[in-house]
């Protein structure tokens, strides 16, 4: 009998029958893990580098204030008041300035506590006041866009 007069099922049957060849070792999962962690270390490090810059830029524009409040020193180191607190208030001006161009904002405390932006630290009677109002502010509280950096700490009316 030729091969070409075998019935199809034994073809079939010895063809299932040999062992099929083993592939030949692929390391594309190694090069794809090696490629992964090659990203991975990549974008530390530019994350790490973008972070330097911004800390930098932000430092760099601090230095004017700084300089401001070493002048202010000096002048109370020459008792001269007057000087003193116009370089206060000039440094205190500077610096807020500063801070409001980086998106700092003040948060507002006039009407109701509002728990989010407030931190009530105590509650006390106060006549002509509704209740849970914001009676005083005891520190001020920021905001860095919209996220809270410090609440307002205040007294609230019961």
């Not at 099929?20 to 490629?35: F, I, K, T, V």
């Given at each position: 009998?030729?091969?070409?007069?075998?019935?199809?099922?034994?073809?079939?049957?010895?063809?299932?029958?040999?062992?099929?060849?083993?592939?030949?070792?692929?390391?594309?999962?190694?090069?794809?893990?090696?490629?992964?962690?090659?990203?991975?270390?990549?974008?530390?490090?530019?994350?790490?580098?973008?972070?330097?810059?911004?800390?930098?830029?932000?430092?760099?524009?601090?230095?004017?204030?700084?300089?401001?409040?070493?002048?202010?020193?000096?002048?109370?180191?020459?008792?001269?008041?007057?000087?003193?607190?116009?370089?206060?208030?000039?440094?205190?001006?500077?610096?807020?300035?500063?801070?409001?161009?980086?998106?700092?904002?003040?948060?507002?405390?006039?009407?109701?506590?509002?728990?989010?932006v407030h931190e009530a630290l105590l509650a006390q009677p106060a006549e002509g006041a509704e209740e849970g109002s914001v009676?005083?502010?005891?520190?001020?509280?920021?905001?860095?866009?919209?996220?809270?950096?410090?609440?307002?700490?205040?007294?609230?009316?019961?």
């Amino acid at each position: 009998m030729t091969d070409e007069s075998r019935p199809v099922e034994e073809e079939v049957e010895e063809i299932v029958e040999e062992p099929a060849a083993e592939p030949a070792p692929d390391d594309s999962y190694l090069r794809l893990a090696a490629d992964f962690d090659n990203y991975r270390k990549r974008v530390a490090r530019e994350h790490a580098e973008l972070t330097a810059r911004a800390n930098e830029r932000l430092v760099n524009e601090l230095l004017p204030v700084l300089d401001d409040l070493e002048r202010a020193l000096e002048a109370a180191a020459e008792h001269e008041e007057a000087k003193l607190e116009e370089g206060v208030q000039l440094v205190h001006r500077s610096l807020a300035s500063l801070l409001e161009r980086h998106g700092l904002t003040e948060i507002g405390t006039e009407g109701a506590f509002d728990p989010h932006v407030h931190e009530a630290l105590l509650a006390q009677p106060a006549e002509g006041a509704e209740e849970g109002s914001v009676l005083q502010v005891l520190q001020k509280g920021y905001k860095l866009g919209d996220k809270v950096l410090r609440p307002a700490r205040v007294i609230v009316a019961e």
